[in-house]
């Protein structure tokens, strides 16, 4: 599977969100970097479909995912920043009703929420209200409703905001689970999120994509860069953001 973007552009007023932007992925988790503004949320909106593009194409195994509507977003699971907020439903009403605008074949919807339920370790809270649940178990629910319908492309916008590091570590075990076979595009401020998750690392800033590679392999440059000016000890992800972004 590939999933390639060719020259994106958008722009919102006189500002470019997105200035030429290309990049292929194929299967496996990429996190996604670059400071506020960068272009991170418009290009997660053009993925999803909820941002009309300007120009450039975005190619989904060689055909426009335009010409492909429908059949294109059932193979997008999205799990927002913002909580989704129906707070009465139990978890399997949401799940359900959720299914229900992706369209999951009835035949099916029973065993996946069942499946996906039991996946996230909710089975016990699974007739319990939305609002009774903690941050934790809550993200689950929101990347459990991404995964209805088994999409290949997964977009997970800041899937560890406010948790506690016990939760941040239990859900990206879940999320690395799950990367087999899609392509999973990860956005988050939380950069040791990425470098512990990530295959590769998309930096973007100003809507230019800066550079796409392992987190080993960035981590590496950084070092060789920084070793000859002022630093000599451990270098991590969160050094290889600082020199690209020193000037945001």
Same mark, same amino acid.
């Given at each position: 599977?590939?999933? =390639? $973007?060719?020259?994106?552009? #958008? !722009?919102?007023?006189? #500002?470019?969100?997105?200035?030429? %932007?290309?990049?292929?992925?194929? =299967?496996?988790?990429?996190?996604?970097?670059? &400071?506020?503004?960068?272009?991170? *949320?418009?290009?997660?909106?053009?993925?999803?479909?909820?941002? +009309?593009?300007? !120009?450039?194409?975005?190619?989904?195994?060689?055909?426009?995912?335009? #010409?492909?509507?429908?059949?294109?977003?059932?193979?997008?699971?999205?799990? &927002?920043?913002? @909580?989704?907020?129906?707070? +009465?439903?139990?978890?399997? +009403? %949401?799940?359900?009703?959720?299914?229900?605008?992706?369209?999951?074949?009835?035949?099916?919807?029973?065993?996946?929420? =069942?499946?996906?339920?039991?996946?996230?370790?909710? *089975?016990?809270? /699974? /007739?319990?209200?939305?609002? !009774?649940?903690?941050?934790?178990?809550?993200? /689950?629910?929101?990347?459990?409703?991404?995964?209805?319908?088994?999409?290949?492309?997964?977009?997970?916008?800041? &899937? !560890?905001?406010?948790?506690?590091?016990?939760?941040?570590?239990?859900? /990206?075990?879940?999320? @690395?689970?799950?990367?087999?076979?899609?392509?999973?595009?990860?956005?988050?401020?939380?950069?040791?999120?990425?470098?512990?998750?990530?295959?590769?690392?998309?930096? $973007?800033?100003?809507?230019?994509?800066? *550079?796409?590679?392992?987190?080993?392999?960035?981590?590496?440059?950084?070092?060789?860069?920084?070793?000859?000016?002022?630093?000599?000890?451990?270098?991590?992800? +969160?050094?290889?953001?600082?020199?690209?972004?020193?000037?945001?």
């Amino acid at each position: 599977m590939e999933l =390639e $973007i060719k020259n994106l552009t #958008k !722009t919102y007023g006189d #500002k470019k969100a997105l200035d030429g %932007f290309s990049i292929k992925m194929t =299967e496996g988790i990429y996190g996604l970097l670059g &400071p506020n503004g960068a272009g991170k *949320s418009t290009l997660m909106g053009l993925l999803t479909g909820n941002v +009309e593009r300007e !120009t450039g194409k975005i190619l989904l195994n060689g055909t426009d995912i335009i #010409k492909m509507g429908k059949e294109y977003r059932k193979q997008v699971g999205y799990m &927002p920043q913002k @909580q989704i907020c129906y707070p +009465e439903m139990t978890l399997l +009403e %949401f799940m359900g009703y959720m299914a229900a605008i992706k369209e999951v074949p009835k035949k099916d919807k029973k065993k996946s929420i =069942e499946g996906i339920i039991s996946w996230l370790n909710l *089975s016990d809270v /699974r /007739r319990k209200r939305l609002k !009774t649940f903690s941050g934790g178990m809550l993200r /689950r629910a929101i990347l459990g409703q991404a995964l209805l319908g088994n999409p290949s492309i997964l977009i997970l916008d800041e &899937p !560890t905001a406010g948790l506690d590091p016990g939760e941040r570590i239990s859900l /990206r075990k879940l999320i @690395q689970e799950i990367s087999g076979n899609k392509i999973v595009l990860l956005a988050t401020h939380i950069v040791s999120d990425i470098e512990s998750t990530a295959n590769q690392v998309i930096l $973007i800033k100003k809507g230019k994509l800066l *550079s796409c590679d392992s987190p080993e392999i960035l981590i590496g440059e950084t070092a060789k860069k920084i070793s000859k000016t002022i630093y000599s000890g451990y270098v991590s992800l +969160e050094d290889v953001y600082l020199d690209f972004f020193k000037d945001k």
